[in-house]
């Protein structure tokens, strides 16, 4: 088969990946629901990169997954919270 719209019955795996023509999660985004696709390795993940994570989150590259962290210490990154929290 070579359409990514071929029926896979695979628990887990509907999507046909046309070029290695096996059934897999995904083949790009948007085949996830709120995960994105790793087209590596046609699976849905967390994340790929910190742009897909919360402010005050980045991607842990080795998981997929969003943890607490910022980008840099000088807190001058959209991910990081701003220093001292509160206001008035």
Do not use: F, I, W
Request: proline letters at 7%; hydrophobic letters at 15%; a negative charge.
């Amino acid at each position: 088969v070579n359409t990514e719209t071929q029926d896979c019955t695979a628990p887990g795996k509907p999507v046909c990946d046309p070029n290695s023509q096996m059934c897999v999660q995904c083949v790009r985004d948007g085949q996830c629901g709120t995960q994105v696709c790793d087209t590596a390795n046609d699976t849905c993940v967390d994340c790929l990169d910190d742009s897909t994570c919360n402010q005050g989150q980045v991607c842990d590259t080795s998981s997929h997954t969003c943890v607490t962290g910022c980008t840099d210490a000088a807190h001058d990154n959209t991910r990081c919270p701003p220093p001292g929290g509160c206001r008035g």
